[in-house]
């Protein structure tokens, strides 16, 4: 047993050796390892489909080693999901230059960085139904779009919103998972023409948010002022 856990990828002995120098993994690589093969199985199925076994096989790795690691499924799926929110919140470090909507098409820039580079974390973040949002599940979920909201903000000069801008703005979230997970799954439409679709729609909802709050009104009349301004010079 100690042998399987402490080693690396199950294999035998004659294999071992004529695969002749596979470099023995840290405990943090052989942890990353192990997420980055339950990221890609939780992309493709829900967590109910997935099990130790098959976490274990498409890692190469032994099923006591998984269990070694993180004690059970439940955990490797929230291990997997935390890894996954923080390789995107890394990526989300606020713009500090340009106008307002140019930090925001940057920011969506790197929202889709991380989407196309890490697509089986995406997915997994977002696959599964009501039952997979509770728990420390929720909080993670829960934790990433908090951050994404706040960097919205940030990018349009929004210290504070009101509900009807929160409403809106959280509406276009939506927007931008479901459309970032066509893409994932179609690849049908270039992913520049997707991110000007989809600050073009921001555009439209503030527009129309603005008829029920003045305050949106004034937003969405000086951001339009300052694209107007922009394409001038």
Known sequence: MNAKVDGERTASPARGRRGQGRRR????????????????????????????DDVAVAAGASRALVYHYFGGKYELYVAALRSAAGRLSVLLEPPTEGRPLERLRLSLSRYFDFVESHASGYSALLRGGPADRSGEVGEIINGIRSL??????????IPEPGPVLRITLRSWMACVETAAMDWLERRDLARDELERLLVDQIVVLLHAAGRHDPRISALFDRLTQEELGQAED
């Open 25 to 52: 993994l840290s405990v943090d690589e052989r942890r990353d390892e192990l997420i980055d093969a339950a990221l890609r199985l939780f992309s493709t199925r829900p967590p109910d489909e997935v099990s130790i």
């Open 148 to 157: 994404l909201l706040d960097r919205i903000l940030h990018a349009l000069d």
